[in-house]
């Protein structure tokens, strides 16, 4: 009977030795590098003898026999050392060592002392089974072969929990089956993680099954290589879901698949499946003794493999969990303003360093920071967020510890969803001294260049009527007064002067007042009467035809009747300015109106001509006081300013057809 021998050597030259110190027709010798190598085989009993090359006053050396001792306890172990030493040797035979022999090798020695251990040890074989065998049947006592299944799921799922990267976990996975079934070669395919649901992922992308972990095959290969899932063995299994032999019909009618199996040198492809869908291919060759595998034991691979499918699955999906938590914390991390979540259980799960630096000025090296560390009226607020699952709007406050400075806080609550209690609150901290202090130089400036373009048209109206005045000086004092026509001339002059010089004054003084004085009942229809007559002192050239549509002479508003007489002037003069050519008239009429449930008067004015654009009410006055006719926009400024203290508003509409203008005024309605 053919003996095997197992020679465990880094040495060409030591394994050469033993072959050429025995008989071959008595011993097949297997040499292997290492003990991972030669698991497989010692763990199935395929191994006689092992004949250890190890230096036994290393610590390395003394480890490798007790690793030999636990996969294969009860194999013969015969160690060979460079030099003799006692207390190595004595330790190396308290492991179980059955021999400790010193180099080179002796012949004679080496057969007497492998005729003696294998006189005392039972002859070991592999007979193959049609289940896994179980702890207690690998001595050789049969068991019932449902047993025999449930005690290698048993021992499989034991591997679930060991690790949540998927390659590890399928490695462990795939040195188990060598250990248990003796798989000669045997890789996963496994899709893209991208692919899973709610993940950016494109149709290319989730159309191949690249490797994830392989036994028995070149690396360098298997980067090049990948199934398909819309053709060969890939879309088979996606399709069916069943398990796929080398020998098969499905395999033999199809090229690609046979050609996938015939350069992956495997002999079935088992789905790995996640109960949903098709998320893997695993791909194994016989066993390493050449035998195939029984329909049972495929059955329950094919069982195992969804199990570690679901766990493949789970483990991308806490990959994707464990991403989006790392981004969220380095954003809140990063954030200018401080952000702070707190636990329902009061305890501060993160906090960035702008909350540091805001709760903990002086300290924000600190590691830690405690609730304690929250001023308590700010804690009380976060305590009901979390007991009332209400947001708090944001709110200004200030912080003791920082004196002169304004923040924006705002605190949410986290809930996993609706209607749930909170599970955390997300306390923010905004400062926004530096925005105040910023509207405040944005308005100072602004104010500064209102005044300089307010500043510029009166020098420009004054000194425009004053040149009347100096005029009529040089005349006095030349004697050129007897002049009849020069006189009158001077008269109409120094009169549109003062007049200029006037309607400029109420203008800056209606702009100037803060505050509105309302003096009582005012008719709508005598206001604009009177405005008009205003208007027209104002107006040098020929009056057009004006008239008020008739019937709503009641209807009365509350306000300061001098200063609504002015706006309404305003518009009014504008309205004649406007009008010319064959539209020689002015419409104005007035109606009731009710918006939101608010009664209200509607006065429209209705010009003959060009008017004021449409987004002149809208201008800001600086603006107003650049446009082409800087009186008409002062005008309107003044306007906008007084109807709006009345609580009222101006809207001037796009231009109707024929050119004609339109200006529409709402105030409140009393009485």
């Known amino acids: 009977m053919v003996r095997t021998l197992l020679i465990l050597s880094k040495l060409h030259a030591f394994p050469a030795a033993i072959e050429a110190a025995t008989d071959s027709s008595q011993y097949q010798v297997i040499v292997k590098e290492d003990l991972r190598a030669a698991e497989p085989l010692l763990t199935r009993g395929a191994i006689d003898v092992v004949i250890l090359d190890s230096a036994l006053t290393e610590v390395t050396g003394s480890r490798l026999i007790g690793q030999v001792r636990a996969a294969a306890p009860d194999t013969p172990l015969i160690v060979v050392s460079a030099e003799k030493h006692r207390e190595w040797e004595e330790d190396a035979y308290l492991q179980g060592v059955s021999h400790v022999i010193t180099k080179p090798i002796r012949e004679k020695l080496l057969n007497h002392l492998l005729d003696r251990v294998l006189g005392d040890a039972p002859v070991r074989r592999v007979e193959p089974t049609g289940t896994f065998p179980s702890p207690g049947n690998r001595a050789g006592q049969q068991t019932p072969a449902h047993f025999d299944s449930l005690e290698a799921l048993r021992d499989f799922s034991g591997l679930l929990t060991h690790s949540l990267q998927p ?52 690396q360098s290969f298997l980067e090049h290589f990948a199934l398909n899932l819309t053709s060969g063995m890939g879309a088979y299994l996606r399709k069916h879901g069943r398990i796929l032999r080398n020998d098969g019909p499905e395999a033999q009618a199809s090229r690609e698949i046979a050609r996938e199996f015939h350069l992956l040198g495997g002999d079935v492809a088992i789905p790995i499946l996640d109960r949903e869908t098709l998320i893997g291919v695993a791909v194994l060759d016989r066993r390493l003794t050449g035998d195939a595998y029984e329909n049972e034991e495929l059955s329950l691979l094919f069982r195992i493999l969804e199990e570690f499918g679901q766990a493949i699955r789970n483990s991308w999906l806490h990959d994707q969990l464990r991403t989006g938590h790392a981004m969220l914390a380095d954003i809140l991390s990063n954030l200018g303003a401080g952000c702070l979540v707190i636990g329902n259980n009061l305890a501060v799960l993160h906090c960035n360093t702008a909350a540091k630096r805001i709760l903990l000025p002086g300290k924000a090296d600190k590691q830690q920071i405690e609730f304690s560390d929250i001023p308590q009226d700010l804690g009380s607020r976060v305590f009901t967020v979390m007991k009332t699952n209400l947001a708090v709007p944001s709110f200004k406050y200030q912080f003791l510890t920082l004196p002169g400075q304004s923040f924006r806080v705002a605190i949410s609550p986290f809930q996993a969803h609706p209607g749930a209690p909170a599970d955390a609150a997300l306390l923010t901290v905004e400062s926004v001294t530096a925005v105040e202090q910023a509207q405040r130089v944005e308005v100072e400036a602004s104010s500064m260049r209102l005044a300089g373009k307010f500043a510029e048209h009166l020098a420009h109206e004054i000194g425009n009527s004053v040149i009347p005045l100096s005029t009529l000086q040089g005349l006095l004092e030349g004697g050129a007064m007897d002049n009849e026509e020069l006189r009158a001339y001077l008269s109409q002059a120094l009169g549109a002067g003062v007049k200029r010089i006037t309607r400029l004054a109420n203008q800056m003084m209606f702009l100037a007042r803060d505050k509105t004085e309302f003096d009582g009942q005012i008719r709508i229809n005598e206001l604009i009467e009177e405005a008009f007559r205003d208007a027209l002192v104002y107006h040098s050239g020929k009056a057009p035809d004006f008239n008020i549509a008739a019937g709503v002479e009641k209807l009365a508003v509350a306000g300061d009747h001098k200063a609504l007489r002015h706006a309404f002037s305003e518009v009014l003069l504008n309205a004649l300015q406007a009008t010319g050519g064959e539209q020689r008239k002015i419409a104005v009429s007035v109606s009731s109106t009710g918006v939101n449930g608010h009664r209200g008067v509607n006065v429209e004015i209705r010009d003959g001509g060009n008017g004021s654009p449409p987004e002149a009410s809208r201008r800001e006055p600086d603006t107003l006081l650049s446009a082409p006719n800087p009186a008409s926009g002062i005008g309107l400024t003044v306007t906008r300013k007084i109807i709006e203290d009345h609580k009222g508003h101006i809207e001037i509409a796009e231009r109707a057809a024929k050119g004609v203008g339109l200006v529409r005024i709402t105030l409140p309605l009393n009485g």
């Open 167 to 218: 390659r590890e976990l399928l490695r462990a996975f795939l040195l188990r089956l060598r250990e248990e079934l003796g798989v000669n070669r045997a890789v996963v395919f496994l899709r893209d993680p991208s692919s899973l649901p709610g993940s950016p992922t494109t149709e290319k992308e989730d159309r191949w099954l690249r490797s994830a972990c392989a036994i028995g095959l070149e």
